[in-house]
């Protein structure tokens, strides 16, 4: 699971100045938070060598998005927060989708690269359980994956139950900072 948030985290740095790895199924507050050094920087090839707390290096091509790239430097701590995913609507299949709410790049300001990327989605899944002390929901994919969301309001789950086959709504974000 660490290697995959490594790669998906990378990702996400290009796209700020942006790693992203697999989704996990969370709990109420859950966050994912991983630091990584950067060891070296090709600033002609605009690559970015980032190394884990393991010592696993994932070199990162960093295209023209990333505007303040020429502000990183060898030995930055960069930190990547995945925060969990939250169930805005649960709908019947083929109902009226929810507002599209699409992805969102807020970068941090200042001189040193960072910021927050969010999307939300919307997708057909099985329900495998329903906690409404939490509230929380556990689904299964279209794929397969099982999946945990906390949901935002307790009234999106009534009369939802196991076994069920609904439409959710559901966001995710990832702040990233250097320093």
Request: glycine share 8%.
């Amino acid at each position: 699971m660490k290697r995959m948030l490594s790669a998906v985290m990378v990702i996400a740095f290009c796209a700020l100045a942006a790693p992203a790895g697999a989704q996990k199924p969370v709990t109420q507050g859950a966050a994912v938070t991983e630091t990584f050094t950067i060891t070296a920087i090709d600033h002609s090839r605009r690559i970015v060598s980032l190394s884990d707390a393991d010592g696993n290096i994932e070199d990162v091509l960093c295209g023209p998005e990333v505007e303040r790239f020429n502000a990183l430097k060898v030995g930055d701590k960069v930190t990547f927060r995945y925060y969990e995913s939250l169930v805005y609507a649960i709908r019947k299949p083929g109902a009226a989708p929810a507002s599209p709410g699409g992805a969102a790049v807020t970068r941090t300001p200042g001189d040193r690269p960072g910021g927050t990327i969010s999307q939300q989605m919307t997708a057909t899944v099985t329900v495998n359980a329903v906690d409404m002390k939490t509230p929380s929901v556990t689904i299964t994919t279209e794929d397969g994956r099982k999946m945990s969301f906390k949901v935002d309001n307790p009234k999106n789950l009534e009369g939802v139950k196991a076994g069920d086959r609904v439409q959710i709504t559901y966001t995710q974000a990832l702040a990233i900072s250097v320093k």
